[in-house]
């Protein structure tokens, strides 16, 4: 088994950049050029005493640029989008192809969901994403969002059934595609799967006896629940737990989503006080991390 390997040589520039290379055809030429069908022509292997040829110095240079320049392209660092002459070549790029997008000016890998993919992303950027053409390659990109209000300013109230989570503030967010609408607390992210985190300030569930209350994440796009959290108890008055939800969801296409919480009652001022510290009141968050 080998246990090491020699590094290449630093290819300053490709094979005969300087000869003025030219592009090797694809079919064979009836000559003594090479192609890539036959590479050397069979002419010349055949004496040239009888009838053979020798090969040209013009093609062999072609055939030195040709091995050597993506091999200059790749150590220089190139990596390598999509390009409809190559696609056309080969009948469309092969299922698991990845090649270089750039998506809201910035730079992402793709990888092709079928094979004989002829989908131009370069011409049409719907084609990742989609579900069935390129998706992104993820993994690492974080997204953190909170409710803040200045200080001295309080949660708001409950309302009796599912409320809505107000998320206002992006303090971080490095996954590509991912937004928060700062007037719906909706933020919308691309397919993949996430690591979820969401915890919020709940003063009270109820005034009067004892209730329970639960969190969730709500997918609109799909009308399903994609995670939820543990029933949170409350004693009439006595206060609660912070109402949290924690897991991992995977959501097949871009997805708007939403955070909410369960109350069995109206309570004023259940969505918290303000601490007036004179930093800025915080009542929820979400933190999410692509898996």
């Known amino acids: ?3 090491s390997f020699n590094i290449p040589q630093a290819l300053a520039q490709p094979f005969a950049n300087g000869a003025t290379p030219s592009d090797i055809p694809n079919a064979p030429t009836g000559s003594n050029d090479v192609s890539l069908t036959e590479g050397l022509p069979p002419v010349t292997s055949e004496p040239l005493d009888t009838s053979g040829l020798p090969v040209k110095r013009t093609s062999m240079n072609d055939l030195g640029f040709l091995a050597t320049s993506a091999n200059y392209f790749d150590q220089i660092g190139g990596v390598y989008t999509f390009r409809q002459d190559v696609s056309t070549a080969i009948g469309g790029y092969p299922l698991g192809a990845k090649l270089w997008a750039v998506i809201n000016s910035k730079n992402v890998i793709v990888v092709s969901l079928k094979n004989n ?9 719907s084609f990742i994403g989609n579900g069935t053409s390129w998706q992104v390659v993820r993994g690492g990109g974080y997204l953190h969002v909170r409710d803040e209000k200045p200080s001295g300013t309080n949660g708001g109230n409950l309302s009796l059934g599912f409320n809505d989570w107000e998320l206002n503030t992006v303090k971080k967010n490095t996954i590509t595609g991912a937004s928060l609408d700062a007037l719906t607390g909706v933020i919308t992210l691309p397919a993949g799967t996430y690591k979820v985190k969401a915890n919020r300030v709940i ?8 209730h329970a209350g639960q969190a969730e994440i709500y997918n609109i796009t799909t009308s399903t629940t994609e995670a939820y959290g543990l029933c949170t108890s409350d004693y009439a008055g006595y206060g609660c737990p912070s109402p949290t939800v924690t897991g991992e969801i995977t959501l097949a296409a871009t997805s708007e989503i939403k955070v909410r919480v ?5 309570v004023t001022g259940g969505k918290g ?3 007036n510290s004179g930093n800025p009141e915080v009542y929820a968050e979400i933190e999410i991390e692509e898996a």
């Open 117 to 125: 993919n002829n989908d131009n992303f370069v011409l049409t950027p």
């Open 1 to 3: 088994m080998a246990t």
């Open 203 to 210: 003063y009270q569930l109820a005034s009067t006896a004892a």
């Open 262 to 266: 369960y109350a069995p009652q109206a």
């Open 273 to 275: 006080y303000a601490s």
